[in-house]
């Protein structure tokens, strides 16, 4: 019998074993700089209408996982908003073009989620462009090495956790008004929030936080009909990882410790998105899925 290449291939070499080399750009990472590029199923990801008609508001969705699951989204037949900070304009732009070559809506609304009033402002902005809201990503996220707590400076804390905790709870605080039953949040955690590099400290922090919020929310929410869920990646190659978010030495062997023995792509992270935003996931609640190579977490 004649099998699909697209729905029956090898985990250890669907992508290749990447061994990025040392790099280094300021934060933001641009996607346009990182070498090797990732792939975030621009040629790859076939939808087959699982979000049909669905207004998704997705942070942090110029590049990486966001820029995958913005595209997925797109194909899965949403009409998507992209939140990004103003210089990845050129990020944006080349997900926006993928969004709009498959025939749906893509609204770019850049700005800095660290401030409250652009918080609220988003997601007004999302519900009045998009005529309606029903699914959030809250996917943006700061990620900066620090060796030592003392070195860790008191500012690059107060901004990792209003950038990946406090933001969220702006934006799904306004976004709560919009959202119809049915309607569903996904927020971005990661395997620190189970397995903290020591480089780490505030960044695994706030993971472990972002859990706790959704498996919490994800409570008060069931009775509503609005469903909170979470997606925890292992390594996966974005631009998060070159602009501080590693050792640069230990950029070569970037994800080789996994049990797959490879880096994940931003778009092999995607479907968990789709799943956990799309009604056929209708009874997981509270829930946090890993894509992560297969690392085991507590
Ligand atoms: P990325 O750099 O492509 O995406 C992060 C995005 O966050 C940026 O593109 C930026 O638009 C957004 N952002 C940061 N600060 C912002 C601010 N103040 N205002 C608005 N937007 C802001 O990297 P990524 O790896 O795709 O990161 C996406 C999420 O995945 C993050 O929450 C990250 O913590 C999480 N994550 C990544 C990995 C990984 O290995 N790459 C693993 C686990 C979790
Ligand atoms: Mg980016």
């Known amino acids: 019998m004649m099998t699909d290449q697209l729905t029956f291939?090898?985990?250890?070499?669907?992508?290749?074993?990447?061994?990025?080399?040392?790099?280094?750009?300021?934060e933001p990472g641009f996607d346009e700089e990182i070498t090797p590029k990732a792939d975030h199923g621009e040629e790859s990801y076939r939808g087959t209408g699982r979000l049909e008609g669905r207004k998704a508001l997705i942070t942090g969705a110029d590049s990486g996982i966001g820029a995958a699951v913005a595209i997925a989204f797109a194909r899965e037949g949403a009409d998507v908003a992209l939140n990004y900070l103003e210089?990845?304009?050129?990020?944006?732009?080349?997900?926006?073009?993928?969004?709009?070559e498959t025939g749906r809506k893509a609204v770019a609304l850049p700005g800095d989620i660290r401030d409250k009033e652009f918080c609220t402002q988003l997601?007004?902005?999302?519900?009045?462009?998009?005529?309606?809201?029903?699914?959030?990503?809250?996917?943006?996220?700061?990620?900066?090495?620090?060796?030592?707590?003392?070195?860790?400076?008191?500012?690059?804390?107060?901004?990792?956790?209003?950038?990946n905790i406090q933001a969220m709870f702006w934006i799904t605080?306004?976004?709560?008004?919009?959202?119809?039953?049915?309607?569903?949040?996904?927020?971005?955690?990661?395997?620190?929030?189970?397995?903290?590099?020591?480089?780490?400290?505030?960044?695994?922090?706030?993971?472990?936080?972002?859990?706790?919020?959704?498996?919490?929310?994800?409570?008060?929410?069931?009775?509503?009909?609005?469903?909170?869920?979470?997606?925890?990646?292992?390594?996966?190659?974005?631009?998060i990882q070159p602009s501080d978010g590693q050792p640069k030495e230990k950029l070569p062997h970037f994800g080789q410790n996994t049990p797959l023995g490879r880096a994940g792509q931003p778009t092999e992270v995607a479907p968990a998105f789709v799943f956990l935003t799309s009604a056929e996931s209708s009874y997981v609640i509270g829930e946090t899925l890993h894509v992560n190579g297969g690392i085991p977490t507590p």
Do not use: C
Request: aromatic share 4%; hydrophobic share 35%.
């Open 123 to 163: 997601v007004e902005d999302a519900a009045r462009q998009l005529e309606g809201l029903d699914a959030l990503v809250n996917n943006a996220g700061k990620q900066i090495i620090a060796e030592d707590l003392t070195e860790l400076p008191d500012d690059q804390w107060e901004q990792t956790y209003k950038t």
């Open 87 to 100: 210089v990845e304009e050129e990020d944006a732009q080349h997900v926006i073009e993928t969004i709009r």
């Open 9 to 26: 291939q090898n985990p250890v070499d669907r992508f290749p074993q990447i061994s990025p080399p040392k790099q280094d750009q300021p």
């Open 173 to 239: 605080k306004a976004a709560l008004k919009h959202l119809p039953a049915g309607s569903t949040i996904v927020n971005t955690t990661s395997i620190q929030g189970y397995n903290p590099n020591p480089m780490l400290i505030d960044y695994a922090s706030t993971k472990a936080a972002i859990n706790n919020f959704s498996k919490g929310l994800g409570q008060q929410l069931a009775p509503k009909g609005i469903r909170v869920n979470a997606v925890a990646p292992g390594p996966i190659w974005t631009p």
